[in-house]
């Protein structure tokens, strides 16, 4: 199993980056994914997660109306999450997860004021 975290970078606070998650070897519709993020010194904390088997998607009250999160298994296997309105508080390492089982290797994602 693979997941495969790309996308992250430096970005000024109200732009945009869009980080995107390879995942193989595993049955991809049937796993949530998620999208976690651990800042220095700051727990983990889970920023989206989506569910093919009933729809649902979540947000953290700290991205909603900002991140979309998204998913592509016709022409690949991969979750992707649109970051709008960056702001420096989302500074973190940002992991791609399917169903807390299999973790990507992270990509940063630092944003400055």
């Known amino acids: 199993v693979q997941l495969q975290a790309s996308g992250g970078g430096l970005a000024q606070a109200g732009r945009s980056l869009r980080l995107s998650c390879a995942v193989s070897g595993i049955t991809f519709d049937d796993y949530a994914m998620s999208w976690i993020r651990q800042a220095p010194g700051k727990e983990r904390e889970v920023v989206s997660c989506?569910?093919?088997?009933?729809?649902?998607?979540?947000y953290a009250d700290s991205v909603k109306g900002r991140f979309t999160i998204s998913s592509d298994s016709n022409t690949e296997n991969a979750v992707f999450l649109q970051m709008n309105s960056l702001k420096p508080e989302d500074t973190a390492v940002y992991y791609c997860s399917a169903a807390g089982r299999y973790w990507g290797q992270g990509t940063q994602v630092t944003v400055s004021s």
């Open positions: 989506m569910s093919k088997s009933d729809g649902s998607i979540y």
